[in-house]
Structures are given as structure tokens and as C-alpha cells.
């Protein structure tokens, strides 16, 4: 149990347009889920917080314009990366906690999904 | 910031244990130990977590300082597949909203 899946795995775009990167939790109801981005050699850094039914909370350094995040329903969120650039080049990863009672809170995280803007 | 210290890579021949140090002296009453990996180009994987107990399942065991200032996560039997990054990570288990901080990790080589 607690499978998260992303989609697409990897994706080639033209700079300035948009991609949307799905990740839905495909055994399990999750309020909240984490998106996260890695560069290459790096490690994960975490752009936003996304609850269900409310506005992403983003970190610090994450342009909320640029990243929309929308999170509809309770096994699915979706980050949308507006006009991209090759700077955006990079894999994104999602993760989510379980809802359900008696969880000891590990998060589980997708497969990534690979962006690259040409 | 992440909260805890671990060298930035180790090698472990196949077939012996990998035991892979994390120090993290300011840890808080409340807050758990949590092992992930990440295997190239994949997501994290989720290995084991633990409070002030020692932990095994069928992944790996975790040990735990007394003081709670360093623990240690062991792999019994290391084989090719193990290589990848091992993060050690500190947080509070049932804060719902409250995400994984990645540090740097370690770099695990298993060699045959």
C-alpha cells in the first residue's frame, strides 16, 4: 500500500511553454502533499506545501506564479510550471502523508518526473 | 535546514552489513528519526523510523543512542541494488503538514 504515482515520468518542452505534472496517491486519501525539486548532484529541495481545497503554501525563493499548484481533491495534486524556461530544467517529485488513523507518519514520495526545456 | 550531519559517502562490499552513521545532536524531545534512499532518478524510498527504541523490519535496523544525539542505520546483507543516496532526516511523525528537509545525505557504493 501507500503507492504514490507521478505522471508524466519525463517530459521535453520549447521554453516559454507550460507543463503540468500530475502526482496522485493511488491507495490512499492525502489533505496534504509536498512537491519538491532536484537539481542534478543535488539534493531535494521543497518548493510548496499543497492542501486540499486551500491555496499551496510555497517556500521562500518559489515564485507562486510560476509554479501553480493545484490540489482538487484528496488523491490528486497537480503542479503546473508556466512559461519554462531552461533554468526550470530539473525533476520534480511529489510526496504525501496518509490520512488514515493510526499512520506513523512517513511520507511516500512518486517515481519524478524529469523536465527538460529546450 | 536539515538537522542532522552524515559523511558524504561510503562503500560496503556485497554481501557484508553497511552501517551508515547520522549524527544529530539537536534533536527534540518529540521528534523521530526517519531513513529514506533514493535510488538514480527515482523518488525516495521510505526505509525506517524510529523515537528512542531500536527499529529493524525487513529493510534494516536502526539504532538509536541512549541520548538520542546520533543514531546508526544498518543494512544486514548490502547488495548492488542498495547503492544509492541514504538520507537521515528528524521530524515531528504526526504533523501532518510538516514536510521531509532533505540534507546532503550519503552516498552509499555497494561493490561487488
Known amino acids: 500500500g501507500a503507492v504514490v504515482s507521478q505522471h508524466p515520468s519525463w517530459v521535453i518542452c520549447k521554453s516559454g511553454t507550460s507543463v503540468k505534472i500530475e502526482c496522485r496517491s493511488l491507495?490512499?486519501?492525502?489533505?496534504?502533499m509536498f512537491w519538491y525539486r532536484q537539481f542534478p548532484k543535488q539534493s531535494l529541495m521543497l518548493m510548496a506545501t499543497?492542501?486540499?481545497?486551500?491555496?499551496?503554501?510555497?517556500e521562500q525563493g518559489v515564485e507562486k506564479d510560476k509554479f501553480l499548484i493545484n490540489h482538487a481533491s484528496l488523491t490528486l495534486s497537480t503542479l503546473t510550471v508556466t512559461s519554462a524556461h531552461p533554468e526550470d530544467s530539473s525533476f520534480y517529485i511529489c510526496?504525501?502523508?496518509?490520512?488514515?488513523?493510526?499512520?506513523?507518519?512517513?511520507?511516500?514520495f512518486g517515481e519524478g518526473s524529469r523536465l527538460t526545456v529546450l | 535546514d536539515a538537522k542532522t550531519t552524515q559523511p558524504p559517502s561510503m562503500d560496503c562490499a556485497e554481501g557484508r552489513a553497511a552501517n551508515l552513521p547520522c549524527n544529530h545532536s539537536?534533536?527534540?524531545?518529540?521528534?523521530?528519526v526517519y531513513w529514506y534512499r533514493q535510488i538514480h532518478s527515482q523518488g525516495p524510498q521510505y526505509i525506517i523510523h524510529?523515537?528512542?527504541n531500536n527499529e529493524t523490519n525487513e529493510m534494516a535496523s536502526l539504532i538509536i543512542t541512549e541520548d538520542r544525539k546520533s543514531s546508526t542505520l544498518i543494512l544486514p546483507h548490502a547488495t548492488l541494488r542498495d547503492t544509492a543516496v541514504y538520507y537521515c532526516?528528524?521530524?515531528?511523525?504526526?504533523?501532518?503538514?510538516?514536510?521531509?528537509?532533505f540534507g546532503k545525505g550519503t552516498r552509499l557504493s555497494v561493490i561487488a
Open positions: 510526496s504525501a502523508r496518509p490520512d488514515r488513523r493510526g499512520f506513523t507518519g512517513e511520507l511516500f
Open positions: 491507495d490512499f486519501q492525502a489533505t496534504t
Open positions: 499543497s492542501n486540499e481545497g486551500s491555496k499551496a503554501t510555497y
Open positions: 539537536t534533536i527534540s524531545g518529540n521528534e523521530y
Open positions: 524510529g523515537l528512542k
Open positions: 532526516i528528524v521530524r515531528v511523525t504526526n504533523s501532518g503538514n510538516t514536510p521531509l528537509v
